[in-house]
């Protein structure tokens, strides 16, 4: 499979997702394999907790792929869809997106940096 996007730190966002080649809108990007748990019991505060994904009401999850890097957009070029019965969430082109553009998703929460 050849790689079409990479994460690398941008100046302003920390980590971020960059596409290595352009997609077309409906283009599914990413697809890849979640590991839910129960929200309750994950209360440390550590390097993942910041990159845990909402998954239903009662758990969150962890990805395989690199949907946990992509930073938050008002004005988003890609969508996840969960697909609650494989355990698993497919990345979306929204738009069509350019080679070397950064992948931004809407935050499920509001972004901590906001009043």
């Known amino acids: 499979m050849t790689c079409?996007?990479?994460?690398?730190?941008?100046?302003?966002?920390?980590?971020?997702?960059f596409s290595t080649t352009a997609f077309l809108r409906g283009t599914v990007i990413e697809e890849y394999r979640v590991f839910p748990f129960s929200a309750p019991d994950y209360v440390m505060k550590d390097a993942l907790s910041d990159h845990r994904l909402a998954w239903s009401q009662y758990e969150d999850a962890m990805a395989s792929g690199y949907a946990?890097?992509?930073?938050?957009?008002?004005?988003?070029n890609v969508a996840l869809e969960y697909e609650?019965?494989?355990?698993?969430?497919?990345?979306?082109a929204l738009r069509d997106?350019?080679?070397?553009?950064?992948l931004f998703k809407r935050y499920a929460c509001a972004p901590w940096w906001r009043p």
């Open 97 to 102: 997106i350019t080679c070397g553009e950064e």
């Open 84 to 92: 609650k019965e494989q355990v698993l969430i497919r990345v979306r």
């Open 68 to 76: 946990c890097l992509y930073n938050h957009s008002d004005d988003p």
């Open 4 to 17: 079409l996007f990479f994460a690398k730190s941008p100046t302003t966002h920390g980590f971020g997702v």
